[in-house]
């Protein structure tokens, strides 16, 4: 459903929230270790929820990775599916049809609409702060 690279940044705007609420920077490699990813891969990710600003990052011996309060509680999942994937989850076929529209729609178009709205949806209103706590208390984790 998404792209790998938009799956390493939601996993890791979670663990980074995580760490974030009891005040803590969390390194590269604390991130990759604990959301089972590529370092490499992982860099890449974390530069672009950087540029966002959906993460901040700080250099030296006390740096490291974070999100402000104020950020995870407001930042929502679409908005890093949307820094890392653009808005093609919303907007494509679930056949990969080019020009699958309502005048001309695929086999499956009226039923993946409707799962496309929810989805869209779940995103608008699930923070960062909301996946971080379920981690925290058990009810979800990061690496299986």
Avoid: W
């Avoid at 939601?10 to 604990?34: C, E, M, Y």
């Avoid at 590529?38 to 011996?61: D, Y």
């Avoid at 808005?87 to 699958?100: E, P, Q, S, V």
């Avoid at 960062?128 to 208390?137: G, K, M, N, S, Y």
């Amino acid at each position: 459903m998404f792209s790998k690279a938009c799956e390493y940044g939601i996993k890791a705007a979670v663990f980074i929230t995580q760490q974030s609420i009891v005040n803590k920077r969390v390194s590269l490699g604390d991130i990759s270790d604990n959301i089972d990813s590529p370092k490499a891969f992982t860099a890449k990710v974390l530069q672009i929820l950087t540029r966002e600003n959906i993460i901040q990052s700080l250099r030296g011996a006390h740096g490291g990775f974070y999100i402000s309060e104020t950020k995870y509680n407001n930042v929502k999942l679409k908005d890093i599916v949307y820094a890392i994937d653009g808005d093609k989850i919303y907007n494509g076929c679930a056949l990969g049809f080019k020009k699958c529209n309502k005048n001309r729609p695929c086999p499956m178009h009226y039923q993946f609409k409707s799962i496309r709205d929810d989805l869209k949806s779940v995103l608008s209103t699930t923070s960062l702060h909301d996946l971080a706590t379920d981690v925290e208390v058990g009810i979800s984790y990061l690496k299986l």
